[in-house]
């Protein structure tokens, strides 16, 4: 719903109430100038009927005194004084003195005029008095003409110029009253002209300011909400009408913008997110190198030292064991036990020395299927795996890696000795080979044992991979296996993935960048790889 604004400083509410004003004063104005106009043409309309009847009356007393007929003049100026418009009618003497008069008493009354030089007198007229006592003063003299001096009575010299002074005064009433009722008219009139005005400036400030600014205050105010899906609806072709299509425009601009914006905060939230993963996993990686390579130092240094002893104790314990009678069956027992335990220990240094070697790895180009099938041909005639079905899935044309073949057969060892102990050596391992490209274009020879063994919980995925951590019972596994495998890989350029889950079996992927001149390497290996590809 859209609100108007109503208050004064509104730009419709400026405008009206300047308009306003500005028709009153106007209408004041001429309303002034045509009542003060309109009184003027009434003044001379009343003047000239003044002097008409003055000329009237003049005629009247200059009959009069031809025929020496005073009685007729003072007749003559009281019909004519009761006139409705005629107040008094007075005939002075020239020395100022009231001879006729339409009123009684009226002798007492001052002169209008300066009867000293009444020979200069000329006709004039003047308003006097206010109110109802308001009077139109008619002056004219009454001039000495040839018919007078020459007349039998001789009672006028020639040399007099004025005989008399006629002084009518006439009733305003009527031109008051006019001028009045016109007053209010021009009023009223005035005062409506600027009500229909008022009116139709405010429906037109209304359908043509008013509304549109609403409509795009409400707009401003969605968008300020965030609400950029609503436009402003004004369809003119006028200035508004381009404004609100302006502000749609832009409306639309902003939600472009904003959709973008969202997209690259999304794209910029993946890239964090995968990079702090990335980092995350370098950071592990680098953990684990620097506990492979400060535990390779370590155990370099005991396989040293503890190695001859070692081999001093079996040799001797051997040796020891020849000499004892066979009746003495309990010291052949406790000879065994030291040898079985000697042999232990040798096999944890050989696991340590895992860590230490690496500067001195061998590195020629293999084929990693044949390095799956040696290490398969290795490991069938071991009792532990007699009950275990291999499935071997290897991929033909499979690039070569460059790298130490010893060591390589090593990790292969640890994937099948640890899928068979999690297997109780009863299952089946699924190994296969692929290569494919990487984002940085490099190919890789990925080689995956897969067991139908309990699988990895997730918490234990990240600990497999630390030296000493084992789950397998005292005196079977050294928790080395692992840990082992994983730096050598690393050393290789490449690296171990694993996938598990509660009862879903373990898959673990090595992966290794391919290398070398391409192709299998040995004439016999090309053999196998014809027979693989099927050709
Ligand atoms: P070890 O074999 O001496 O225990 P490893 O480093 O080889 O040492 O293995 C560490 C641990 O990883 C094992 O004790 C076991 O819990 C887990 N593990 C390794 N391979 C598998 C597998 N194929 N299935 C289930 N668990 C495994």
Known sequence: MVKFSKSRHSLAGKLILSVGLLMIFCSIAFGFVFINFERRVLVKDLVNYAGATAD???????YGM???????????????????????????????????????????????????????LTTTHM??????????????????????????????????NVLAVLEAGFYTNDVDRVVHDNM?????????????????????????????VALL????????????????????????????????????????????MENWTHSLEDEV?????????????????????????????????????LTGIVTFAHLLKGRLPDSNAEAHEDLQVVIDQAERCSKIIKGLLGFSRGAGFEMVEINLNSLVEAVIAMVSHQTRFYNIKFDLQLAGGLPPVLADPNQIQQVFLNMLINASDAMNEKGAITIATRSF????GRQIVETEFTDTGPGIVEADIGKIFEPFYTTKPVGKGTGLGLSVSYGIIKKHGGDILVKSGPGRGATFLIRLPAGGKGGPNTDGEREKEKKRSGN
Not at 437 to 440: L, R
């Open 56 to 62: 009237l009356i003049n005629q009247g007393i200059q």
């Open 66 to 120: 031809l025929t020496g007929r005073k009685d007729l003049i003072q007749q003559n100026v009281k019909v004519i004084g009761m006139g409705r418009t005629i107040r008094f009618i007075r005939v002075y003497s020239p020395d100022g003195k009231i001879r006729y008069s339409s009123q009684r008493g009226a002798a007492d009354a001052p002169p209008p005029v300066d009867f000293k030089n009444v020979d200069a």
């Open 127 to 160: 308003i006097v008095g206010r109110g109802a006592g308001k009077t139109l003063l008619y002056i004219t003299p009454i001039l000495n003409r040839p018919q007078c001096y020459t007349a039998v009575c001789h009672f006028h010299a020639a040399g007099k």
């Open 184 to 212: 209010i008219a021009t009023v009223l009139a005035g005062g409506l002209f600027v009500l229909v005005i008022s009116v139709f400036l405010c429906i037109i400030l209304y359908k043509l300011v008013s509304k549109p």
């Open 217 to 260: 205050e409400a707009g401003m105010k969605r968008i300020a909400g965030g609400d950029l899906d609503s436009p402003i609806d004004i369809n003119t072709r006028d200035e508004m009408g381009l404004l609100a299509r302006t502000f749609n425009s832009m409306t639309r601009d902003l939600k472009r913008y904003r959709l973008n």
């Open 273 to 309: 997110k995968r990079k702090t993963q990335e980092i995350m996993k370098t950071q592990e990686e680098l953990v684990n190198t620097e506990k492979l390579s400060s535990l390779g130092r370590m155990s370099a240094g005991i396989a040293h030292e503890l190695n001859s002893p």
């Open 437 to 440: 490209p990487i984002e940085d």
